[in-house]
């Protein structure tokens, strides 16, 4: 079948299978290869995409399921080559090693701050499950979603 | 990996969806809605449909209060229980205990009706169903069924739904006021399955319900006085052991999630 959707702004219509993951289709088919393959079942949030503004696992839904979709990957999110200012908290709190879970961490915790669900560290913490880090750990990942929240509350 | 090929159908109504089930014939067809269990599992090969019936064309989501009790459509997803206000205050109970499904992005799109039907034993959900009771509406080819929770879940992953019906809805009991509710759950990491769980309600009459997941084949209902019904529980339950703990510990686990939700209940009914 044919599938059209709009990924950061582009719009696609490309022929899908029905079992092909919206990860796959990402990866594959849009060029998003900044939406990360980890665990392909649900847990490790490398693969996290906003579907229609909602975080989701690319991994876990199917391509078909997103007809007519807005999807924004971690690439969508700078403006002009820059980083967004969460990217830049993480890059200058030393909360980036190896990356490969920094995209997820990144869409997970911006919505965790829009929605006010990242109030104080164990709440920012729980915020983080699923998405899982094997470098730096998780302390200089809640410092950095911590001051970036902190940013937002003084500009608004 | 990659799921194995499968036909896909995208019903937009439950009647055609019904239909679509109808017709699968000896086909294994098998429905779709936030896709957060069944997704994983086509991807690791556990679910090998013929079929898969999208439901997310149906509008199947929404809380309602009913007299006597609360409607909650199939597909209103875990993130919906977990933060809205409305659902906070008619069903205090699962609001609580969504937090503890999946991670947030699984809540974003898992559903509830999902979660009922998938009757995952070690699944929150289906533990605050059991544990308000009420019916199950389930459509199929003769129309609508009502199934009552306490005859809905049947074993592993295997509910009173035939295969041509289509989950719509749960109408959940709304629990007596000035009831107290808690919910506790012992998992090895943040959100990740239960190795047990348990949703208490302690009722202005004193007496007390509590429902344990994780330690059998399907959720498990205790009535009774407050003081006893941890104690009931764990010498009940007959959990298996399995990869992560033995059976002797995930019983232990069953009393100690039944103390904690059974104290938070109280602690709820008296605040």
């Known amino acids: ?156 | 990996m990659i799921p194995r090929p499968f036909d896909y159908e995208r019903p937009g109504s439950v009647e055609e969806a019904v239909a679509v089930l109808a017709a699968a014939g000896g086909r294994d067809a098998k429905l779709i809605a936030g896709g957060q269990s069944l997704v994983p599992m086509l991807s690791l090969g556990l679910a090998r449909p013929d079929v898969l019936v999208d439901l997310s064309r149906v509008e199947l989501d929404g809380i309602e209060a009913l007299g006597g009790r609360v409607r909650v459509g199939a597909t209103t997803c875990h993130r919906t229980l977990e933060l809205d206000p409305e659902v906070r205050s008619l069903l205090p109970l699962a609001a609580e205990a969504a937090r503890h499904v999946g991670n947030p992005r699984v809540r974003n799109r898992g559903t509830f009706g999902g979660s009922l039907a998938h009757a995952d034993p070690a699944a929150e959900l289906p533990v605050v169903a059991l544990a308000h009771g009420g019916e199950i509406v389930a459509h199929g080819p003769g129309g609508a069924r009502r199934i009552p929770l306490g005859e809905f879940f049947l074993g592993y992953l295997e509910t009173a739904l035939a295969p041509d019906e289509v989950l719509v809805a749960a109408e959940l009991e709304r629990l007596p006021e000035g009831s107290g509710v808690g919910f506790h759950e012992e998992a090895q990491r943040a959100d990740d399955f239960a190795l047990a769980c348990a949703a208490a309600v302690v009722k202005p009459d004193g007496r007390a319900r509590v429902v344990v997941g994780g330690v059998g084949d399907r959720p498990l209902r205790f009535d009774g006085a407050p003081g006893e019904l941890a104690a009931a529980v764990e010498s009940a339950v007959e959990p298996e052991e399995d990869a992560f703990v033995s059976a002797a510990f995930r019983r232990r686990l069953a009393g100690v999630c039944a103390r904690r939700a059974l104290a938070q209940a109280r602690e709820d009914a008296a605040a």
């Open chain 1, 1 to 156: 079948m044919t599938l059209e959707l709009v990924v950061n702004g582009r719009r696609f219509r490309e022929p899908v299978e029905p079992h092909v993951t919206l990860l796959h289709f990402l990866r594959d088919k849009a060029g998003a290869t900044d939406v990360k393959y980890g665990c392909g079942e649900g847990v490790c949030g490398a693969c996290t995409v906003l579907l229609d503004g909602v975080a989701v696992n690319a991994c876990s839904v199917l391509a078909v399921q997103a007809e007519g979709a807005r999807v924004e990957t971690v690439a969508g999110l700078g403006e002009n080559g820059s980083l967004h200012p969460l990217q830049q908290e993480l890059v200058e709190r030393g909360a980036v090693q190896c990356g490969f879970c920094t995209p997820g961490v990144v869409l997970g915790s911006l919505e965790a701050v829009r929605l006010g669900l990242a109030g104080d560290r164990p709440t920012i913490r729980r915020s983080l499950a699923g998405n899982l880090c094997r470098c730096t750990g998780y302390g200089k990942i809640v410092d950095a979603v911590e001051a970036y929240r902190d940013r937002q509350g003084h500009a608004s």
